[in-house]
């Protein structure tokens, strides 16, 4: 059974920083390539950030580029997402995903696998 657990979110203040983190279990992980979406009620689950299986490729959506790093640990299987100079439009449920294939994706469609998804809030 497939499971992928997310945690490090949290309340912080607009300008802070947070790494969120998602433990794989019950999947080859080195094989597969990580994303981490974002989701607010009413709209559609967004890429934030994408990594291919060796960690050699990344991929960030516009509205982080420059603010956040993803990184995996293949050993742990373990991936992070590491978010600085927060904002109040960074509030959302982020949700860790999986893919059978080693190459990134923006769309949530080509993940085969999801977290329960964790609550990040960025008070203003």
């Known amino acids: 059974q497939v499971r992928l657990v997310e945690s490090g979110g949290g309340l912080v203040q607009a300008g802070g920083s947070l790494r969120l983190s998602c433990a794989a279990s019950?999947?080859?992980?080195?094989?597969?390539?990580m994303g981490w979406f974002r989701q607010v009620p009413g709209k559609e689950r967004d890429i934030v950030a994408g990594?291919?299986?060796?960690?050699?490729?990344?991929y960030y959506a516009d509205s982080v580029k420059g603010r956040s790093t993803i990184s995996r640990e293949n050993v742990k299987n373990t991936v992070y997402l590491q978010m600085n100079s927060l904002r109040p439009e960074d509030t959302a449920v982020y949700y860790c995903?999986?893919?059978?294939?080693?190459?990134?994706?923006?769309?949530?469609?080509?993940?085969?696998?999801w977290g329960q998804g964790t609550q990040v809030t960025v008070s203003s």
């Open positions: 990594i291919s299986w060796s960690g050699d490729s990344t």
């Open positions: 019950g999947l080859t992980f080195s094989s597969s390539a």
């Open positions: 995903a999986a893919k059978y294939r080693p190459g990134i994706s923006a769309a949530p469609g080509e993940y085969n696998y």
